[in-house]
């Protein structure tokens, strides 16, 4: 049996794996499932539908699966996908997706949701993001692995964060910002690749210099895009890492921060 504290509330519909921990007064809301391992800490709120994976910790005061505020939402069951390894702490909260989307907000595996962050609805945040305190994101915006966003910074709707980028404090983020750039301030400018995160990573000391010149051929040079893209695609000795960052681009709908 999963151990739940006697003044939590656990509505009888919701699933939990026998290994689940639930502190005191948290309310755990119909359609929600929680998977082995996973610690919900106290006064939290959890409504569904909601699918928790295994191995999660879950702070206090986080309202996770909550409805969105979205004007177009009318009650339809959408959910919130959170996989396995994640921490979310104090004060997050986390929205379901809506149906002029794909219904669901999704939670990757290994991620770091620091305190009062937010994660608006029918966003998707893969593997090993970061979010620091009191980040935010609008709807439907995408967050690559490994990527991190600082605190207080505000990311627009439909924004895409490319894999391994690094976004400062206080940034306003109104457009896509390539995999492995690092980009500051407001309005958000990239500034450079993000060479302390991939140093931390394993890239090696030649790849960091086949990031940087990538970055110089397209934010440096005063190339058009297409000219710097077809620049980077030309380099087939460095096809595979050059690739996340030329996909970032080339994906993009609202263009990128440059």
Request: some cysteine.
């Amino acid at each position: 049996m999963a151990k739940v504290d006697p003044r939590a509330i656990v509505h009888e519909s919701a699933l939990l794996a026998d290994d689940v921990e639930v502190g005191p007064f948290t309310i755990i809301g119909e359609q929600v499932e929680i998977g082995a391992g996973t610690v919900i800490g106290p006064h939290n709120v959890l409504k569904g539908p909601t699918r928790i994976g295994e191995n999660n910790r879950i702070l206090q005061f986080c309202s996770i699966g909550e409805d969105t505020p979205d004007l177009k939402y009318a009650g339809e069951d959408t959910w919130l996908i959170i996989g396995d390894n994640n921490t979310i702490r104090e004060g997050v909260t986390l929205h379901r997706g809506t149906v002029q989307d794909r219904a669901e907000t999704r939670i990757g595996n290994h991620n770091l949701i620091m305190a009062y962050a937010h994660v608006g609805h029918d966003c998707i945040l893969h593997d090993h993001t970061i979010l620091v305190n009191n980040a935010a994101l609008a709807g439907h915006v995408e967050v690559g692995d490994w990527a991190i966003i600082s605190g207080f910074t505000g990311i627009h709707q439909y924004c895409n964060v490319g894999a391994h980028s690094f976004i400062g404090a206080y940034s306003w983020v109104t457009q896509d910002l390539p995999a492995y750039v690092l980009a500051t301030g407001n309005p958000a400018v990239p500034r450079t690749i993000n060479a302390e995160g991939l140093k931390r990573r394993g890239f090696s000391s030649a790849q960091l210099r086949c990031l940087q010149k990538a970055y110089k051929t397209i934010y440096r040079r005063g190339l058009d895009l297409d000219s710097a893209l077809q620049e980077l695609r030309d380099d087939t000795d460095n096809h595979e890492l050059l690739q996340p960052l030329i996909q970032s681009i080339e994906s993009s709908q609202r263009g990128i921060l440059r």
